[in-house]
């Protein structure tokens, strides 16, 4: 009869994978709306505001920035911001990492952080979703105070991180 030692050790797996918010991500660059590729002007941008199809943002993660070497007003962004608001799902100020941080960020603060009192943690490394590394980091910050042990990886090969000490 095989025994299966790590079902029977009480070690708790957190895949971050299960926090992963479903839905389209799109980076919103600005830099296609640039004079020239150096400058926004207020005239034409206001017109591409009012003649945008926002409804095509339904239900996305938006991630807004402009890779350009350009200065864009601040209040650009905000004008964005506000004509996606009625559609998209959350709306950020950077690139697709920084979207998927904030998203990760929020979904863990979900999270019934004393049910993992005195727990043994494996937090599951490996997956096949877009996983930012400041979730790892975060889980581990939230984790830290309650948790009795917490490691990464696999519960059969896993990477010790910390010990509560006794």
Known sequence: ???????LSG?????????YPKGERVLFDIKDLLFEGLMLREKDFREF?????WAEYQDKYIALICSADA???VWAYMLLALHLEPYAKKIVYGNLEVLETILFNEALR???????K????????CGHLPVPKAAYVEIAMLLRP????????????AVPLYKKPK
């Open 71 to 73: 200065v864009v007003p």
């Open 146 to 157: 309650v948790a009795k042990s917490i490691m990464y990886g696999e519960a059969c090969s």
């Open 49 to 53: 505001i009012k003649n945008e199809n």
């Open 11 to 19: 070690i708790i797996t957190i895949d971050l994978e299960d926090f």
């Open 110 to 116: 979900t999270l019934d952080i004393d049910s993992y």
């Open 118 to 125: 005195d727990a043994r943690i494996v937090i599951k490394g």
């Open 1 to 7: 009869m095989i025994i299966n030692k790590v079902a």
